[in-house]
């Protein structure tokens, strides 16, 4: 006896689309928000990348002020005359650009004087512009260039703080501002304290 072959109604079909939508509908929703998560990961893990990259440019460029450390081409942190013969002397100038000093002082200056070349003096200064980033400004007196470096525009603002108890201490206050991710903006603020050895600590 032979079997008729029989197919699927149309009812039948409907349903089996219908549940197939819903689980292609579900999948996308799931991979979506996977994708979502590994993007907000990403940007949160690319954002405290930079606030340590930054934290570490400031530390090892402001702590070059010491007249006993200094640090080399190949980027080896040595004692004076351990194998130079010439040591330095760094006056360090906080200003105060906005006016108001019980907020800090905005701008850093780094001045460089070489006892055997007293008429040699470079200058680094760190400050921030409104809306662009942290800067690094590097002056040569002998060849009387200024140089303008972008160290992060992730930075928002930057404060200096003099010790009241200790006028060689310096507190920094960063604050950053990451790319926005769905409308939201990440933001941290990190704070490095420092005691400049230095004798020539004045404000302007």
Do not use: C
């Not at 940007?43 to 080399?72: A, G, W």
Request: proline share 1%; net charge positive; aromatic share 12%.
């Amino acid at each position: 006896m032979k079997m008729k072959k029989r197919g699927f109604t149309l009812v039948e079909v409907m349903i089996a689309t219908g549940i197939m939508g819903v689980l292609i509908i579900a999948i996308f929703y799931y991979l979506r928000g996977n994708l979502n998560m590994y993007k907000k990961g990403s940007s949160k893990i690319s954002f405290q990348t930079e606030v340590q990259r930054v934290m570490k440019v400031l530390y090892i460029e402001l702590k070059k002020v010491n007249p006993s450390i200094y640090m080399d081409s190949d980027l080896n942190v040595v004692l004076d005359d351990e194998y130079r013969d010439d040591l330095k002397l760094t006056p360090v100038e906080l200003y105060d650009l906005d006016n108001n000093i019980n907020n800090g002082f905005e701008r850093i200056n780094l001045w460089e004087h070489k006892l055997r070349r007293f008429s040699e003096k470079k200058r680094n200064s760190f400050y921030v512009k409104k809306g662009k980033g942290l800067f690094k400004e590097s002056f040569n007196s002998e060849t009387d260039v200024i140089h303008k470096k972008l160290i992060s525009s992730y930075v928002t603002d930057i404060k200096f703080f003099r010790n009241k108890y200790d006028n060689n201490v310096i507190r920094v206050e960063v604050y950053m501002e990451g790319e926005s991710y769905r409308g939201k903006k990440e933001k941290d603020m990190f704070e490095l304290v420092l005691r400049m050895d230095t004798d020539f600590l004045t404000i302007k």
